[in-house]
């Protein structure tokens, strides 16, 4: 902080470049202007931490299905990258330390011509058996066929893991079994599902299927 004379004008006010003119107890002074900090708060830096920490695990129990529901996405871009940025912004919410998902914001899967799934069910059928079904749409488009292969994943968010169908079953099955963990017993899980086709290229919007507990 430094003082100044007034010039024939009189002394002036406000700020000039970097530097700002104020009257400091009876002084003309000028100081230099505050600037803000680019600095990230160190709470802040935490919880952003976290919940990418929360995102990157979630992420990682669904690699084999999000390379194949995001895989068909034109350009250099990872399918990968394209799941976590979409699931970071949008489906997982709470306030830190608790982050939980939003079911119906997941998407494992990049639209791409291929009619969704049909009205999609999950039921635990026997001791760590789950069952998902689906119905057959007699309007379905050219691009979605009986031969379609089902991708789905039950998840586990109080264990963080999962169990995964990668394209073992037809659309035309109906319906596909998965076996649970008997670890996996008295947990709430969630379901997801989409369609594709053999080749890849064409593929149904992720379908949030419901949850149900073990």
């Known amino acids: 902080m430094g003082t100044y004379q007034s010039g024939p004008f009189g002394p002036f006010r406000g700020k000039v470049g970097y530097v700002v003119a104020v009257k400091w107890k009876g002084v003309n002074v000028v100081r230099n202007y505050p600037q803000k900090s680019t600095k990230v708060p160190a709470v802040a830096l935490a919880q952003h931490r976290d919940k990418f920490a929360y995102t990157m695990k979630f992420v990682g129990q669904a690699l084999g299905l999000i390379y194949i529901g995001h895989g068909h996405v034109s350009g250099r871009t990872n399918p990968e990258n394209i799941a976590f940025k979409s699931i970071l912004a949008h489906a997982v919410k709470g306030i830190h330390p608790d982050y939980e998902l939003d079911t119906e914001q997941v998407k494992l899967s990049t639209w791409s011509k291929m009619d969704a799934v049909m009205q999609p069910k999950v ?39 999962s169990v995964v169908s990668c394209g073992l079953v037809k659309r035309e099955a109906l319906s596909a079994e998965l076996n649970v963990p008997d670890s996996f017993e008295g947990d709430v899980l969630h379901c997801w599902m989409f369609f594709a086709s053999e080749n890849g290229k064409f593929v149904s919007e992720t379908s949030n299927v419901g949850e149900l507990k073990c």
């Open 123 to 161: 039921s635990l059928v026997a001791d760590q058996m789950v069952q998902v079904s689906w119905k057959m749409d007699e309007r379905a488009n050219r691009y979605t066929s009986p031969v379609d292969l089902a991708y789905i994943l039950l998840y586990n968010p109080s264990k963080e893991a």
